[in-house]
């Protein structure tokens, strides 16, 4: 096939199997506040810095091939931060919406937004709402922001529907939960990458990545480009899923 796209020719060189790339790839985007202090300039620089490079991974992303890319932006605990810094990200989440709505549109990226939305300012309630809608027709990569997520408030959001609906325990099920979830139609995650090394969840996806494959780089988020996405999936592609039985 010579139609390829310089991502796959990458992907391929690098002995990457297309026909076996990850379906979902969630990624834990860390590591913003370090990059910047480590330059000696401010965490929001940082943030940034962040913002820049997802734009290219969500890119590089759709072109190597990955259907569904879920990313942490901002956690339910991250409320704890110095005020400047949460309005400062606040900010600058409702300016990225608002400034790739067009590109995200004409580039069939298709928004979801996960998280205790109703809880962050009106502007970005509004802007998150403007970007799914105009997108939730499109048919390319499906793009989900977690913005004031948190695991444990997902699963226990939605006991709390089951409970209010007073359903019968014996016929609640796994599926009966996942259903529940913040993204219902979302499939598991299969590769997890945490950039800026820390060996932790940190409250991401709690239920959903009950099987998916951790990868955790060095490099913090803004310094994350295609050659870390690539190993990432050069990586998964040796693992050997097993979900508990012999594989
Ligand atoms: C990740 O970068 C972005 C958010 C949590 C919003 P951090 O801000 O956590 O960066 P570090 O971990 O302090 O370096
Ligand atoms: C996780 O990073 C949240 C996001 C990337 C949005 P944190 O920086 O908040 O995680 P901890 O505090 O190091 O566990
Ligand atoms: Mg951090």
Redesign the pocket.
């Given at each position: 096939m010579n139609s390829l796209r310089p991502i796959q020719k990458r992907a391929l060189a690098l002995g990457i199997n297309l026909e076996a790339l990850p379906k979902h790839l969630a990624i834990i985007m860390?590591?913003n506040?370090r990059f910047a202090t480590r330059q000696g300039l401010m965490r929001l620089w940082g943030h940034r810095q962040g913002y820049q490079t997802l734009k290219k991974v969500l890119l590089s992303s759709a072109n190597l091939g990955v259907d569904y890319l879920t990313v942490y932006a901002f956690s339910a605990e991250n409320w704890r931060r110095p005020e400047d810094e949460v309005s400062g990200l606040m900010t600058l989440i409702e300016e990225a919406a608002r400034h790739e709505l067009k590109g995200l549109r004409e580039n069939n990226v298709r928004v979801r937004v996960i998280g205790r939305t109703h809880e962050v300012p009106l502007g970005l309630q509004e802007a998150i709402r403007e970007m799914e809608e105009t997108t939730s027709l499109n048919t390319g990569i499906t793009f989900t922001l977690a913005i004031n997520y948190g695991g444990r408030a997902e699963i226990l959001d939605a006991v709390r529907g089951l409970l209010a609906e007073g359903a019968d325990p014996a016929t609640v099920t796994e599926e009966t939960l996942s259903g529940r979830m913040y993204g219902p139609d979302l499939p598991d995650p299969d590769l997890m990458i945490r950039t800026?090394g820390e060996l932790r969840w940190s409250n991401f996806l709690l239920w959903q990545a009950a099987y998916s494959e951790l990868y955790v780089t060095d490099a913090t988020w803004p310094e994350f480009g295609d050659e870390e996405l690539l190993k990432a999936v050069v990586h998964y592609q040796k693992r050997t899923r097993k979900f508990g039985g012999l594989g």
């Open positions: 860390d590591g506040g800026a």
